[in-house]
């Protein structure tokens, strides 16, 4: 049952793959690091680079997840040292952890927090290799209804968990899916939304979308920061390096409890980091706050969110590569650049593809270990990365933006088009849309389209073939369910924990 | 006022929907095997997307903070600095307007002219080194160069 992992440690454990690791996991932690540039930018803008370099599918999924995971490393380091969150996953990270920097204890709060992320994503790493065979054998049993099923399920359990906002995460799917129907129609031929433009035969390219998405919109909202000048505060010095023994054990079952919930989160297709730590600092506070010092620099604040944050990174390949569904924003990003291999992402991944998805997983082990020995003594010089200022940040961002596209098209309408995403992109930040909804419909909506049609013509017109099954008929009712849960739990929040809404 | 943001994009996303289910109501479609044909999806995400449009018109959340005045303007022009960017990234060649597009930028974001000036060039310059000598990526020379290096 554990071959493709013993076949992936032979993959992983290749020079040039150990060395891809290595090198995702510090540009991960340095891209992290850098201000305002959270992981789902950072993969965003190095992308392209795994395919400059020209590696194979593996080698380049290899060195894409390792920056993912380091830049979830790398992100930290900015919540803690100047209560800015690079991301949404990092929110929670703020509460606890910037109290404890002001109290001195920068650094023991980074090695914890680095701790507590080698532990999340251990225990989710160790549940993604038990899981996912199992998940992969009953994933063969989907014909495109069920498929069908799954990706209404996706959207429905990310609209209900991400994001403030379910409408605007609901209107962002379909927008996704929508750009994604540009292009020559693979069932009939006929052109869509070209409007003319050859360039548009093939569809909006996945790079181009994605640069211009991310790393165009993101150097219009830097532009905002700097002119507003709000944030940016004095940074904490990082003061003694090395957590003790001690403060690790003080947080251990804090740690072991967010580990699980971060996993179980971030295997439920659609809901991510941000969900998970929430989540997992709540009930940690429920659990262990006995003296109320949650929120004001408590060790076990800062671990819980961490933990859960990592092991919800590692999750969310467990449908990624069992079903083909992304189960983060980020997942999404990694999935569209497997597409660009000619891997087609599905319940067949597992048996089709083991080298990629065995050298996936054991790269993870390894990177894991690789980040923590590169976290914990390094925690200062990382944190001067901090300090780059914008005026060199953004042009830099600019610079990757255009060669990225430019090397793979050699074609300034690609560049026009990218430029025109982010403009759109940049709106869609400001209207309260987060992006991951919009990437994820991207990616799917090709496949969503697809497996609808085949369904429909294996029935030869009939609707009813998408609820003929057991498997589909529950996988309706479970999108139902997360649908229309928070509904409910919202009013029964409101009726038992009026006095904890602060 | 509170609520424009949120009715003006609902609009706006109504236009969208209306504009892509005509558009697909006039695709052709030549005599296929296939039952749905390329307009139905099309066609189904055009409705849900107006269906959307009017619960969020009906119930729109708070407007954020938009830009005005001299921060329109800074954005404004970053933008127009990129799409001159890429405009004469070819002509010009890569060295000289990414030089002169970090320069502008890092001036923009608040640098001290001598900073800007200094950074953007070691900017240009070290990711030049980098792009083409490490990772092998041919950059655009620039066609003002070429006759000046001679045929090659």
Same mark, same amino acid.
């Given at each position: 049952? #554990?071959?493709?992992?013993?076949?992936?440690? %032979?993959?992983?454990?290749?020079?040039?793959?150990?060395?891809?690791?290595?090198?995702?996991?510090?540009? %991960?932690?340095?891209?992290?690091?850098?201000?305002?540039?959270?992981?789902?930018?950072?993969?965003?803008?190095?992308?392209?680079?795994?395919?400059?370099?020209?590696?194979?599918?593996?080698?380049?999924?290899?060195?894409?997840?390792?920056?993912?995971?380091?830049?979830?490393?790398?992100?930290?380091?900015?919540?803690?040292?100047?209560?800015?969150?690079?991301?949404?996953?990092?929110?929670?990270?703020?509460?606890?952890?910037?109290?404890?920097?002001?109290?001195?204890?920068?650094?023991?709060?980074?090695?914890?927090?680095?701790?507590?992320? #080698?532990?999340?994503?251990?225990?989710?790493?160790?549940?993604?290799?038990?899981?996912?065979?199992?998940?992969?054998?009953?994933?063969?049993?989907?014909?495109?209804?069920?498929?069908?099923?799954?990706?209404?399920?996706?959207?429905?359990?990310?609209?209900?968990?991400?994001?403030?906002?379910?409408?605007?995460?609901?209107? %962002?799917?379909?927008? %996704?899916?929508?750009?994604?129907?540009?292009?020559?129609?693979?069932?009939?031929?006929?052109?869509?939304?070209?409007?003319?433009?050859?360039?548009?035969?093939?569809?909006?390219?996945?790079?181009?979308?994605?640069?211009?998405?991310?790393?165009?919109? !993101?150097?219009?909202?830097?532009?905002?920061?700097?002119?507003?000048?709000?944030?940016?505060? !004095?940074?904490?010095?990082?003061?003694?390096?090395?957590?003790?023994?001690?403060?690790?054990?003080?947080?251990?079952?804090?740690?072991?409890?967010?580990?699980?919930?971060?996993?179980?989160?971030?295997?439920?297709?659609?809901?991510?980091?941000?969900?998970?730590?929430?989540?997992?600092?709540?009930?940690?506070?429920?659990?262990?706050?006995?003296?109320?010092?949650?929120?004001?620099?408590?060790?076990?604040?800062?671990?819980?969110?961490?933990?859960?944050?990592?092991?919800?990174?590692?999750?969310?390949?467990?449908? =990624?590569?069992?079903?083909?569904?992304?189960?983060?924003?980020?997942?999404?990003?990694?999935?569209?650049?497997?597409?660009?291999?000619?891997?087609?992402?599905?319940?067949? =991944?597992?048996?089709?593809?083991?080298?990629?998805?065995?050298?996936?997983?054991?790269?993870?082990?390894?990177?894991?270990?690789?980040?923590?020995?590169?976290?914990?003594?390094?925690?200062?010089?990382?944190?001067?990365?901090?300090?780059?200022?914008?005026?060199?940040?953004?042009?830099?961002?600019?610079?990757?933006?255009?060669?990225?596209?430019?090397?793979?098209?050699?074609?300034?309408?690609?560049?026009?088009?990218?430029?025109?995403?982010?403009?759109?992109?940049?709106?869609?930040?400001?209207?309260?849309?987060?992006?991951?909804?919009?990437?994820?419909?991207?990616?799917?909506?090709?496949?969503?389209? !697809?497996?609808?049609?085949?369904?429909?013509?294996?029935?030869?017109?009939?609707?009813?073939?998408?609820?003929?099954?057991?498997?589909?008929?529950?996988?309706?009712?479970?999108?139902?369910?997360?649908?229309?849960?928070?509904?409910?739990?919202?009013?029964?929040?409101?009726?038992?924990?009026?006095?904890?809404?602060? | 006022?509170?609520?424009?943001?949120?009715?003006?994009?609902?609009?706006?996303?109504?236009?969208? &929907?209306?504009?892509? &289910?005509?558009?697909?109501?006039?695709?052709?479609?030549?005599?296929?095997?296939?039952?749905?044909?390329?307009?139905?999806?099309?066609?189904?995400?055009?409705?849900?997307?107006?269906?959307?449009?009017?619960?969020?018109?009906?119930?729109?959340?708070?407007?954020?903070?938009?830009?005005?005045?001299?921060?329109?303007?800074?954005?404004?022009?970053?933008?127009?600095?990129?799409?001159?960017?890429?405009?004469?990234?070819?002509?010009?060649?890569? /060295?000289?307007?990414?030089?002169?597009?970090?320069?502008?930028?890092?001036?923009?974001?608040?640098?001290?002219?001598?900073?800007?000036?200094?950074?953007?060039?070691? /900017?240009? /310059?070290?990711?030049?080194?980098?792009?083409?000598? &490490?990772?092998?990526?041919?950059?655009?020379?620039?066609?003002?160069?070429?006759?000046?290096?001679? &045929?090659?």
């Amino acid at each position: 049952m #554990f071959d493709f992992l013993i076949q992936g440690f %032979g993959v992983a454990l290749t020079p040039l793959n150990l060395g891809l690791a290595f090198l995702g996991a510090l540009l %991960g932690t340095l891209f992290g690091a850098l201000p305002g540039i959270g992981p789902i930018n950072g993969i965003a803008i190095l992308m392209p680079l795994a395919y400059t370099l020209g590696l194979p599918a593996e080698s380049s999924l290899i060195l894409l997840a390792g920056i993912y995971t380091g830049s979830e490393y790398g992100g930290r380091m900015s919540s803690i040292l100047l209560n800015v969150p690079g991301d949404a996953g990092a929110v929670m990270t703020t509460l606890d952890g910037h109290p404890l920097a002001k109290k001195g204890l920068a650094g023991p709060a980074l090695g914890l927090s680095a701790v507590s992320s #080698f532990i999340g994503a251990t225990v989710a790493i160790l549940g993604l290799t038990l899981f996912a065979p199992l998940l992969a054998i009953v994933a063969v049993k989907f014909g495109p209804a069920e498929f069908f099923a799954l990706m209404i399920f996706a959207f429905a359990s990310m609209s209900a968990m991400m994001g403030k906002d379910p409408l605007k995460t609901l209107i %962002g799917a379909v927008l %996704g899916v929508l750009i994604s129907t540009v292009g020559v129609d693979s069932g009939t031929g006929v052109l869509r939304f070209t409007f003319d433009m050859p360039e548009l035969y093939d569809g909006i390219d996945f790079v181009v979308m994605i640069i211009g998405l991310f790393a165009v919109s !993101e150097i219009l909202l830097m532009l905002e920061h700097a002119f507003r000048h709000d944030q940016d505060g !004095e940074m904490a010095p990082i003061g003694r390096v090395m957590v003790k023994m001690s403060e690790v054990l003080y947080c251990k079952w804090a740690i072991l409890r967010s580990s699980v919930i971060g996993f179980v989160i971030g295997v439920l297709p659609g809901t991510g980091a941000s969900v998970a730590s929430a989540v997992a600092y709540t009930t940690e506070k429920r659990i262990s706050d006995h003296d109320n010092s949650f929120g004001t620099g408590n060790m076990r604040g800062l671990a819980a969110p961490e933990a859960a944050n990592n092991a919800s990174a590692a999750g969310s390949f467990v449908p =990624m590569l069992t079903l083909g569904i992304p189960g983060s924003g980020t997942t999404a990003i990694l999935l569209g650049a497997l597409m660009l291999y000619n891997i087609n992402p599905g319940p067949m =991944m597992f048996r089709e593809q083991p080298m990629v998805v065995g050298g996936l997983i054991a790269s993870l082990y390894i990177g894991n270990v690789m980040l923590l020995l590169l976290n914990l003594p390094l925690a200062g010089v990382f944190a001067r990365v901090l300090q780059v200022p914008r005026w060199l940040l953004v042009p830099s961002v600019a610079i990757l933006a255009f060669v990225g596209v430019y090397q793979l098209h050699s074609d300034l309408m690609a560049i026009y088009l990218m430029l025109a995403i982010g403009v759109f992109g940049y709106l869609l930040r400001k209207f309260g849309f987060s992006l991951a909804p919009v990437v994820l419909g991207f990616v799917l909506g090709g496949l969503m389209e !697809e497996n609808l049609r085949r369904a429909l013509s294996i029935s030869g017109g009939d609707l009813a073939i998408l609820w003929q099954s057991g498997l589909s008929i529950g996988l309706w009712i479970a999108a139902a369910a997360v649908a229309f849960i928070p509904l409910f739990a919202g009013r029964l929040k409101a009726k038992f924990l009026p006095a904890r809404s602060a | 006022m509170r609520y424009a943001a949120d009715r003006i994009l609902s609009l706006l996303l109504l236009g969208l &929907a209306a504009f892509i &289910a005509v558009q697909a109501w006039h695709l052709e479609v030549p005599f296929s095997y296939d039952p749905v044909g390329p307009k139905a999806f099309p066609l189904l995400l055009a409705g849900l997307l107006a269906l959307l449009a009017v619960v969020l018109f009906v119930r729109p959340g708070p407007s954020g903070e938009w830009p005005s005045g001299a921060l329109l303007l800074r954005l404004l022009v970053v933008m127009g600095l990129l799409v001159v960017y890429a405009a004469l990234f070819i002509e010009a060649g890569y /060295l000289l307007i990414t030089a002169l597009v970090s320069v502008a930028i890092a001036w923009l974001f608040g640098a001290s002219p001598l900073k800007a000036l200094v950074g953007g060039v070691l /900017l240009a /310059l070290g990711s030049y080194l980098l792009f083409t000598y &490490a990772l092998g990526i041919s950059l655009p020379t620039g066609s003002w160069i070429e006759p000046l290096l001679g &045929a090659n």
